[in-house]
């Protein structure tokens, strides 16, 4: 059973319209994806949801590749099928080196290609927030300072976790199906 | 980072997104700090953005002050600042040097050793790069690198990055320095170094608006050096000079907090108290009055002689009379002078005031 109905740019309303133009804007993209349409019904929605993604990823001072690698990680560690493809897809486009054997590579020992000495401290945090977020010691975030993270960037680190978790339980919730690039990939 | 083999074609080919990720942040954090003015906003940022675009999360960058030195201390996503007046071995030692070094963990066993943010287990190497702008050092950064040693791109970017780093924070305290020395000299009297006639009244005048809304009483004292043109007349102006300067020193020697201390006139010197009640500010013309005729004046250095002066004082006080007006206190204390003049001089006289 499909467990959602997606809106179309044309069937939209002004307020969805409004959602997808803006996200079209901001990420360049000329059409939106699935789970953007399957909230297409609602604009409240949809314009929760995007803002969401859009304060998080697109503000603040953590790079968008770490971001997108957090993403990735945290959507992997959950299972989730749709976030940890797109993201995945985020990633290998941000850089052409990386294959998705690298990425299942680094999500099982973070090792496998070369990044910042630091991404292995944040991927390592993000799994255990994911696992038991009551677990983090002081020592935890002794260890992103000591990479150089003040404490408003570790903010940012959890709030880019706790984003892609909530998109994770909406998208694997409703099983959403995966847009036709991101296919390849998985 | 390293590039890996898996790419082909030109070198211009082979950026990756991590390494438009280092230009990106590089660029971002050379154009914040040049929108920002203050210096521990500047570090703050810093402080979080450097390992965006190198392998950089403590350091240490020194920048000389006027006779002192700013220490800039980054670690932990965060800054440090602090002024110094001499610099620690650490940093003297490579100032002196002057060119850059390069020193692995297993060698900082010789020589000074390195600030404390910069030793620890993950330390592999110190960068120390000397930044000069005419032939004189400016600026000393020390960098240093966690886990792996600085890449060639690191070190690139360290260096590109320290000397605008270096540059901007010197440029921010000559700026400064500058804007204080305009400041001081709208504000100051060239001759005697204290506040000149505007800036006084201006205190007095504030300080009565203060006084008004707080109901605390606010006193002035004027002095005048006594025959202070027979002084001219008698050893020559620059003797004048020397009596003026001397003055002035002793009678700022004798300030105390909430006392401002101000050049009038020609040999007139104005004292704004507050908060001060007509008690405290006759104890305070007093201090002055002997602080001058006490100990005689060393008129010329090449072959001394001593001289006398002495100053007579008026003192006036808002206390008993509410709402007085900056120009009536003035015209009080400019009488009671004048009575002190008359009276035979080197002595402190209270302002007639009128009783309701």
Known sequence: MQRYSLTEYDE?????????????????????????????????????????????LFYGSLPLPLKEMIV???????????????????????????????????????SGFQLPTYYKSV???????????????????????????????????????????????YTSSLRLDLDPEYCAIL | MKPTNKISGSQWTELTAQQLVRYEALFKLLDDIQILEDIAEISRCIATQWKY?????????????????????????????????????????????????????????????????????????????????????????????????????DNKFIRLFGSHFADRISGIILQQQAIEALISKATHDELTGLLNRGTI??????????????????SVILADIDFFKAINDTHGHLAGDVVLHEGALRMQAQVRGGESLGRYGGEEFLVVLYP?????????????????????????????????????????????????GIQDLLKQVDNALYCSKANGRNNVTPADIPHN
């Open chain 1, 123 to 169: 991927v390592t945090f993000a799994s255990k927030v994911v696992t038991d977020a009551n677990s983090l010691s002081d020592e935890d975030f002794e260890e992103l300072m000591d990479e150089g993270f003040s404490k408003e960037e570790i903010c940012e680190i959890i709030a880019v976790i706790d984003m892609a978790t909530m998109f994770n339980v």
């Open chain 2, 201 to 218: 009244i201006e205190r007095l005048n504030s300080q009565l608006a203060l006084s008004r809304r707080t109901g605390q009483p606010l």
């Open chain 2, 53 to 153: 675009f190198a392998n950089v999360t403590r350091w240490r960058m020194v920048i000389t002050k006027n006779k002192s030195y700013q220490i800039i201390d980054g670690y932990r996503g965060e800054a440090h600042l602090s002024d110094v007046q001499s610099l620690s071995p650490w940093d003297d030692y490579h100032w002196k040097l002057n060119r850059p070094r390069l020193i692995r963990a297993e060698e900082q066993r010789e020589g000074p050793a390195p600030p404390e943010h910069l030793i620890g287990k993950s330390i592999t190497e110190i960068k120390i790069l000397p930044f000069a702008r005419l032939g004189k050092c400016i600026g000393l950064l020390s960098a240093a690198a966690r886990h792996e040693p600085f890449s060639e791109l």
């Open chain 2, 276 to 324: 001060c009640d007509e008690e405290r500010v006759a104890i305070v013309a007093e201090r002055f009055r002997r602080a001058m005729a006490e100990t005689a004046f060393t008129i010329n250095e090449v072959s001394p002689s001593d001289l006398k002066v002495t100053i007579s004082l008026g003192t006036s006080s808002t206390e008993k009379q509410e709402g007085i």
């Open chain 1, 72 to 110: 990735f990680v945290v959507s992997a560690k959950n299972g989730a099928k749709y976030c940890s493809a797109c993201h995945a897809h985020n990633v290998l486009n941000l850089d052409k080196t990386l294959s998705f054997g690298d990425l299942q590579l680094f999500l099982k020992d973070g």
């Open chain 1, 12 to 56: 939209a309303s002004s307020t969805t319209q409004a959602v997808y133009d803006d996200y079209m804007r901001t990420t360049g993209a000329t059409s939106v994806p699935i789970w953007i349409k399957s909230l297409g019904h609602s604009g409240a929605l949809a314009g929760a949801y995007w803002e969401r993604a859009k304060g998080t």
